[in-house]
């Protein structure tokens, strides 16, 4: 299947600063590219849906001005995470549709994800 | 009521036992569904599609019942390595046109020697 990097692996920063996760797919390109998030044992909740050259369509409840995400190219996506705070440590994930897949089943393949924690 | 919904387990099985887990969803608009495994505090891997006519991938059996918005996955002679969390996703057509995935909660396995 497609293979999808992110970067960094894990993260941990003081409040009040901001981190940025890179999202690259490395063997396609993805016109769209999805961000969740993952609290412990919970699922993964979408934020946010990256498309390539155009806004990203967020979620209800997820603050766009706190997330933000730019799809710059058509192999990267990145989430930024303004001003971090200790509510905000999860695991970030994101994910990607590979074009070349055919048919109607749609598979999304994910990053390694990034643990972050806000101190 | 959540729109995928799962039972979380554990299920605690032996090597060997057959084990299956069920999903509902809300959604009648609902396109594909899949199985996703999740190692802990890793990222999902599909485990497999699932049509409508049932789909077998080796000990993996996935099932879907459109008209009760129904899944399962039945997981044959269960190995140790099976120990996961199976994340049932249901993907539907999000207002801006493209597919969105949604999650359960996920069902915890746990093969015990």
């Known amino acids: 299947g497609a293979v999808v990097s992110q970067h960094p692996s894990r993260v941990i920063c003081k409040s009040g600063t901001s981190v940025k996760i890179e999202c690259r797919s490395l063997?396609?390109?993805?016109?769209?590219m999805f961000w969740y998030r993952q609290f412990p044992k919970q699922s993964l909740m979408l934020m946010a849906t990256s498309n390539e050259g155009s806004k990203a369509t967020y979620e209800q409840g997820v603050e766009k001005d706190k997330f933000l995400i730019n799809h710059a190219s058509l192999t990267l996506s990145t989430l930024t995470v303004t001003s971090a705070h200790p509510e905000d440590s999860s695991f970030y994930i994101c994910?990607?549709?590979?074009?070349?897949?055919?048919?109607?089943?749609?598979?999304?393949?994910f990053g390694p994800g990034t643990r972050l924690t806000v101190l | 009521r959540k729109e995928v919904e799962q039972d979380p387990g554990p299920f605690n099985v032996p090597e060997g036992a057959t084990v299956a887990f069920n999903c509902t969803y809300s959604n009648s608009a609902s396109q594909s569904f899949f199985w996703y495994r999740q190692d802990c505090r890793k990222e999902p891997k599909l485990l497999m599609s699932?049509?409508?006519s049932g789909n077998e991938d080796g000990r993996f059996t996935a099932q879907l019942n459109r008209a009760s918005q129904y899944i399962s996955l039945l997981i044959r002679d269960s190995k140790l390595s099976d120990s996961a969390t199976y994340l049932c996703?249901?993907?539907?057509?999000?207002?801006?046109?493209?597919?969105?995935?949604?999650f359960g909660t996920g069902t915890r396995l746990k093969v015990l020697a």
């Open positions: 063997d396609f390109q993805a016109t769209t």
């Open positions: 996703v249901v993907n539907l057509v999000a207002t801006s046109g493209t597919y969105k995935y949604i």
């Open positions: 699932v049509y409508s």
């Open positions: 994910s990607a549709r590979d074009p070349r897949d055919r048919g109607s089943t749609d598979t999304q393949y």
